[in-house]
């Protein structure tokens, strides 16, 4: 009899940042801590000779608001939970909700090494790496990751120093934001405020 697998369940929300940690410590983990760096921040390219290669540079290259139906956008964040505050003391508010937002994200990652031969392997190894742990991402909050392409740098600045990979996958993530109820009742004493203003003026 066959074995239907069931679909992978996230257990959370995980946004970019916590995203790109969690890749982190999965490429020390699987690689060895030592195997080069990960980072938000690029090589410097005029000092080639002092680069630690291997580096994979990571950034946000395109967002816009997620899908969470047949052609439906999550345009603006949405309530998903309210967290009550049982030890409320005076300093905390009493409770908080809990804003999500979708978004559906191009996510670059720049393999940056010394030759050809080397940047392609330290790729393919990346593009293996995040094939197989996948369904743990997913797990941990992450919606969806594909890879889409790959690019080669053709920038003679960098072609000449360094040799780079561009590996551009689409990421369906989630974005929470906490807002203490004491800001929305802010909110709506100078919403009550400026409404009673407009309605002098208009008199």
């Known amino acids: 009899m066959a074995v239907v697998s069931k679909p992978t369940q996230a257990n959370g929300s995980m946004d970019y940042e916590e995203m790109m940690k969690t890749i982190k410590y999965l490429l020390d983990a699987a690689w060895g801590p030592k195997w080069g760096s990960f980072t938000q921040d690029g090589p410097n ?54 804003l999500g937002q979708v978004f559906d ?30 369904g743990f991402l997913k797990e941990k909050g992450i919606k ?31 974005e929470l934001t906490e807002v203490p109820t004491d800001v929305l009742r802010v909110v709506d004493i100078v919403e009550k405020k400026l409404q009673k203003e407009t309605n002098k003026t208009g008199e």
């Open 45 to 98: 390219v005029t000092d080639a000779k002092n680069v630690e290669y291997p580096v994979i540079l990571h950034y946000i290259q395109e967002m816009i608001p997620g899908l969470i139906g047949k052609g439906v956008r999550e345009i603006k964040p949405r309530i998903r939970y309210t967290d009550i505050n049982k030890e409320t003391n005076g300093n905390q508010p009493p409770a908080t909700n809990i």
């Open 105 to 134: 994200a191009e996510i670059a990652f720049e393999v940056w090494e010394e030759t050809n031969a080397q940047v392609e392997k330290v790729a393919k190894r990346l593009r293996q790496t995040l094939s197989i742990y996948a």
């Open 144 to 174: 969806e990751i594909i890879f889409q392409k790959m690019e080669t740098n053709k920038d003679s600045s960098i072609r000449d120093s360094s040799k780079v990979r561009k590996l551009i996958y689409l990421v369906r993530f989630e």
